[in-house]
């Protein structure tokens, strides 16, 4: 192989890289680049991640639905979550395993199946903080708080930002 070629082909495998990398950003930064804002209410589990540092897990009302009246759940299968506001809030309007044709809905996976009741998760459900600011936050979450999150129009969502209730 010539040094010509060799040459491009180290350059072909460095732009497809830095492809590759932009593509997995851009596909995690959509929801926050197109996506509408959503409230939800949370409460705080306080759990810490040996490689990622301490962060507070938070557990929305969405997280536990009743079982859907139509299809079989299962667990890792896709499920389509309407949302509508009251009063500032977003609260879940039905659940579904296709998307809806319109309105805010969060895509989700199924997490575990019981009797009554399935556990969904969004991707939302970790908040990363400094340990000291973690340790607070879940400490004032314990009276209830509220989440901003981006919800895009694919269903996809990303966590902007969580609160104390009452701030």
């Known amino acids: 192989m010539t040094r010509r070629a060799l040459s491009g082909a180290l350059l072909a495998t460095v732009l497809f890289q830095a492809l590759v990398l932009a593509g997995l950003y851009g596909y995690s930064q959509y929801p926050l680049w197109v996506g509408r804002e959503v409230r939800l209410a949370v409460a705080p589990v306080d759990p810490r991640d040996l490689f990622r540092g301490q962060y507070v897990q938070l557990h929305y009302e969405l997280n536990t639905l009743p079982m859907p009246e139509t299809g079989v ?19 879940a309007a039905g659940a579904s395993f296709t998307a809806p044709d319109h309105g805010v809905y ?12 399935i556990t969904v998760r969004y991707g939302i459900e970790a908040y990363f903080l400094p340990e000291t600011q973690a340790r ?6 314990r009276r209830g708080g509220v989440a901003r999150v981006r919800v895009a129009p694919d269903g996809r969502a990303a966590l902007v930002d969580v609160r104390p209730a009452g701030r």
Request: zero cysteines.
């Open 73 to 91: 759940p299962r667990m890792g299968r896709d499920l389509y979550v309407g949302l509508v506001d009251r009063n500032g809030l977003w609260s």
């Open 136 to 141: 607070e936050l879940s400490e004032q979450l």
């Open 106 to 117: 969060l895509h989700g996976r199924i997490a575990a199946v019981s009797f009554e009741n």
